[in-house]
């Protein structure tokens, strides 16, 4: 069984890689924003405020237009710092074990959902 701690290291892991691949392909052919022609590879599109959001994947599309990349790569340094800060299964930092108040906090900013049995899923 995962640990809280486990689940949110691959959820932060998750978010960032997707914000990395959204952030490294802005500017190319294959990710714009706005009215354009299409390649046969972008066949994501998502419609906001006039705008037309467009790259090769779903996820990205989807990322893209609720996240700046920027943004969200630099909340998961942050959202990993925390995690190593309070470490499991004995948090030093809070003198508790593990889940600690701020490892409660990133799991529910991750949607990470939390079991009656405390920091098990």
Not at 35 to 64: Q, Y
Request: hydrophobic share 35%.
């Amino acid at each position: 069984m995962s640990t809280l701690h486990d689940l949110l290291e691959a959820a932060v892991q998750e978010r960032r890689a997707v914000a990395q691949a959204a952030a490294e392909g802005a500017g190319s052919p294959h990710w714009r924003v706005g009215p354009a022609k299409r390649c046969e590879c972008c066949n994501s599109v998502l419609a906001v405020g006039g705008f037309e959001v467009i790259a090769t994947d779903d996820r990205l599309t989807e990322h893209i237009v609720a996240n700046g990349p920027d943004r969200i790569i630099r909340d998961c340094v942050e959202d990993a710092e925390v995690l190593v800060q309070h470490p499991a299964p004995w948090c030093t930092r809070c003198r508790e074990m593990q889940p600690c108040d701020e490892v409660l906090s990133l799991a529910r900013r991750h949607n990470i959902p939390l079991s009656t049995k405390e920091g098990t899923t």
